[in-house]
T-cell receptor, first 115, second 113 residues
């Protein structure tokens, strides 16, 4: 079965420092991986995805993610954190079924950026 | 705004009552998904529509839940005889094809007292 693990419930970082939010996955076949962000009482906003190609994927708001097939990881990164980046981040893997796909999400990681 | 919209944003109801939520997908998207998110968890898939056809339902979707998408446009999710365990955020997403990114609405937060 496809699954996603986010090993950290919370990540704390000071504004201006680099941030990393970790994600590992387990899939059969080629992985299709996503990062979404959720602000309080809001839905999920798409940040970026990996389908194929370059292992470093660039997304919205200065975020990027590095796909590592040997380590089955897809960590989210940003060179310089902002206080406004504080939110709940979800990693997801797309599961292909017969003619449709669904997303399987991790439990989420709360990112707190302090001033 | 051409994103996914959901109404109402919040719903408080008493146990045993029926509730109905609405989702309006992005207009060009013929795929529509419902997910449920409980506190401290990621969203979990509930059901999927391709145009007006409901093609898949998760085991999470008990007999008290029903979803429709008449004419392949907006969708409704109804919960009958609500239980306290139904309290959650109900999220709707849409995409133009199974391979494309799913875009989510703001969600409907349900509290069953």
């Amino acid at each position: 079965a496809q699954s996603v693990a986010q090993p950290e419930d919370q990540v704390n970082v000071a504004e201006g420092n680099p941030l990393t939010v970790k994600c590992t996955y387990s899939v059969s076949g080629n992985p299709y991986l996503f990062w979404y962000v959720q602000y309080p009482n809001r839905g999920l906003q798409f940040l970026l995805k990996y389908i194929t190609g370059d292992n470093l994927v660039k997304g919205s708001y200065g975020f990027e993610a590095e796909f590592n097939k040997s380590q089955t990881s897809f960590h989210l990164k940003k060179p310089s954190a902002l206080v406004s980046d504080s939110a709940l981040y979800f990693c997801a893997v797309r599961v292909m079924n017969s003619g449709y796909s669904t997303l399987t999400f991790g439990k989420g990681t709360m990112l707190l950026v302090s001033p | 705004d051409t994103g996914v919209s959901q109404n109402p944003r919040h719903k408080i109801t008493k146990r045993g009552q029926n509730v109905t939520f609405r989702c309006d997908p992005i207009s060009e998207h013929n795929r529509l998904y419902w997910y449920r998110q409980t506190l401290g968890q990621g969203p979990e898939f509930l059901t999927y529509f391709q145009n007006e056809a409901q093609l898949e339902k998760s085991r999470l979707l008990s007999d008290r839940f029903s979803a429709e998408r008449p004419k392949g446009s907006f969708s409704t999710l109804e919960i009958q005889r609500t239980e306290q365990g139904d309290s959650a955020m109900y999220l709707c997403a849409s995409s133009p094809s199974p391979e494309e990114t799913q875009y989510f609405g703001p969600g409907t937060r349900l509290l069953v007292l």
